[in-house]
């Protein structure tokens, strides 16, 4: 029973942030969005941005752990 | 009468005397003397109190512009940490968290580098003791590099102070270039409290250890203050660009490998102070207000997520991401507090982010410097992901809890509350933040583009986060240290240095022995000859060596 509690909360919040990226993006096709830079006027631009860029952090460092990465004790020993 | 006294100063007076006065009526004691201190915040502009010693004209209290928002902010974030700290007797922490804060109010209105410096001294030496309140041996350590890092911060800006004062005859606080000497020590020195790139292991070293309280004590007040000295000396400057665009960036790495969630914060500060150190390296009006509104609205939610985080540490005993999750279910008001300093830290609009960030963003915008505007944005995702969506899913989420904890005691929910409502509360109205910034700026964060633009950015990164977590990508948390630049000063300097020393000591000992044992030899000719039997030579020790050295350099001092 609470197992399910969570989970149904991630699966709601997920359809939810789903539906919202949808209709921001469908947003960008009813106005011209102006930005500081002409290439970001493209459709969905930041919302691409934003999303390579997360993917982007996480996976360099989870990769950085190979070399910053040490034991809990390591200043002690 | 108590108005023209300097800010602060009530403060640390109130501090000295919480000893004589009864634990019950110590905290309204500390929140009587924040509202003295406060006072001095309708004085409106100009100098107040000047000091002539020694040749010397100080100016220990003055206003303008840039001061008081920082003034309002500083009285501000104390009140939240007296109310979240009510609930605890440690008298040595009350004491420093009250001489602290006012020490750093007492820095802003300091009117030459003399003051600033004394003040600056102040803040480390009292705030060491907050660190110290952890109260383990690695709060312990932690406290002493903190504290030589800090005093050694102190010590650059005096000799930078006295370099220009002897070049120039003058010591007010300036706009200095870093074409002079003295702007260069005064410029580290200042970057040091601002945690610069490679001078910033101190903070991600120190504030997570400190206790429960005292990290929202001193996430609010170091930092800011070297921000401000930076807004007042060197705005304009163009490194301060580059190096503000690093700030933001690379902790962004290290906070998602971090397991302990309050040094992801600690990360997480790191990477706020660089979108403020750019606004300082622009030095336009717009990019310094941009500056002010940050460190205000980033004081605020910065404090309340450390303060939630201080709440579960009290109530769970850990901020180790691989302990918690779940909590949701018995903090339910932290849960609800934490995500609104998260949705004020990733900026979401109708948040207090929002509407300080946008400044500095449109700075770089309109002056079309491209690239540090996209190295900002990426980092804006960067926030969101260690800010936004770690601190709190792994808190509070992630997994399901099989132990309960209570819900945070109500003077903690009572101080998230406040912060948490003034989060929201200068989102929605930003028109009265913007009415105290240092200059009179036309500005709208609510259009139509900027807000569409920063919720693609921040709902598709979070699409992207579930899309990791579905797929398994997203790394699991995992006890370990993450290497920081203080790496160098602990492992790599004692690396190198412990074996030379003890190499050095075994020299200078056998040296010694050579040359104690043909003393010896003097002796016991000259003992034999004048018949003193009673003296005796020992071949003394690489400790005695130095001690002996020390002493005799202090005789030569003295002589000379």
Redesign the interface.
């Known amino acids: 029973m609470k197992k399910n509690d969570l989970k149904s909360m991630g699966k709601s919040f997920t359809k939810y942030i789903l539906i919202i990226g949808a209709l921001l993006i469908l947003l960008d096709f009813t106005f011209h969005r102006h930005e500081y830079f002409s290439f970001a006027e493209i459709y969905g631009f930041p919302a691409f941005f934003g999303f390579v860029s997360f993917v982007f952090i996480v996976m360099l460092g989870k990769w950085l752990r190979k070399f910053l990465m040490r034991k809990e004790d390591y200043y002690d020993q | 009468m108590i108005s023209s006294f300097v800010p602060g100063l009530i403060m640390i007076i109130t501090s000295f005397l919480l000893p004589t006065i009864p634990q019950y009526f110590r905290h309204p004691a500390m929140l009587l003397s924040v509202g003295l201190s406060a006072l001095s915040l309708f004085n409106g502009y100009g100098t107040f109190l000047e000091w002539d010693i020694l040749g010397l004209n100080l100016i220990l209290y003055q206003s303008d512009s840039l001061t008081l928002p920082f003034a309002i902010i500083f009285h501000i974030a104390a009140i939240l940490v007296i109310i979240f700290s009510w609930h605890s007797k440690n008298l040595m922490e009350h004491m420093a968290t009250l001489a602290y804060a006012g020490s750093a109010i007492g820095a802003l209105h300091a009117g030459d580098f003399f003051s600033l410096f004394i003040w600056w001294e102040a803040t480390a030496l009292t705030s060491v003791f907050i660190v110290f309140a952890g109260n383990t041996n690695v709060a312990k350590d932690a406290a002493m590099r903190y504290l030589i890092i800090q005093v050694s911060s102190g010590v650059l800006l005096l000799i930078g102070a006295c370099l220009m004062l002897y070049q120039t005859g003058n010591h007010n606080l300036a706009v200095l270039d870093l074409k002079t000497n003295f702007g260069i020590f005064i410029f580290i020195a200042f970057g040091i409290k601002a945690a610069f790139p490679l001078l910033n292991g101190w903070l991600q070293d120190s504030y997570p250890e400190s206790s429960v309280t005292g990290t929202v004590a001193l996430s609010a007040f170091t930092t800011k203050l070297a921000i401000y000295a930076l807004a007042r000396t060197f705005p304009g400057t163009d490194s301060l660009i580059w190096i503000g665009a690093i700030m933001t960036a690379f902790p962004?790495?290290?906070?998602?490998?971090e397991n302990d969630l309050r040094r992801v914060l600690s990360f997480s500060l790191n990477n706020q102070l660089g979108f403020m150190v750019v606004g300082i390296g622009i030095g336009t009006e717009l990019s310094l207000n941009g500056t002010v509104a940050h460190a205000f609205v980033h004081i605020i939610y910065k404090a309340l997520l450390f303060m939630s985080m201080g709440a579960v540490l009290y109530r769970a005993g850990t901020t180790k991401a691989s302990e918690l999750g779940?909590l949701y279910?018995y903090m339910p008001f932290t849960t609800i507090f934490c995500i609104i300093g998260a949705m004020s830290i990733s900026a979401f609009p109708l948040f207090s982010g929002f509407v300080a960030k946008s400044l500095i963003m449109?700075s770089?915008?309109?002056m079309?410097m491209?690239l540090i505007?996209?190295i900002l944005?990426?980092a804006s995702?960067?926030v969101?992901?260690h800010s936004g969506i770690k601190i709190p899913y792994f808190a509070f989420?992630a997994?399901?809890r099989k132990n309960k904890v209570k819900e945070a005691p109500i003077n903690m929910l009572i101080a998230m509350g406040i912060a948490a409502f003034l989060c929201i509360a200068i989102g929605v109205f930003p028109k009265y933040l913007y009415q105290i910034l240092p200059y009179a700026v036309e500005y709208q964060p609510y259009t139509?583009?900027h807000v569409?633009?920063?919720?693609?950015?921040?709902?598709?990164?979070?699409?992207?986060?579930?899309?990791?977590v579905k797929f398994k990508?997203?790394?699991s948390e995992?006890?370990?240290?993450?290497?920081n630049s203080d790496w160098f000063y602990?492992?790599m300097l004692p690396g190198i240095g412990k074996p030379l020393f003890k190499k050095i000591g075994l020299l200078t000992d056998s040296l010694y022995k050579n040359l104690g044992l043909s003393f010896k030899q003097v002796l016991s000719k000259s003992y034999k000859f004048s018949n003193l039997s009673y003296i005796k030579v020992t071949t003394p020790s690489f400790a005695g060596t130095i001690l002996i050295s020390i002493l005799f350099i202090m005789l030569v001092i003295v002589l000379v």
């Open positions: 962004v790495f290290f906070a998602v490998i779940g279910k449109s770089l915008g309109g079309g491209v505007y996209f944005f990426f995702a960067g969101l992901e989420f997994h399901e139509l583009d569409i633009s920063q919720l693609q950015l921040l709902v598709f990164a979070i699409i992207a986060f579930l899309f990791l990508l997203y790394p995992i006890r370990s240290t993450v290497l602990r492992k």
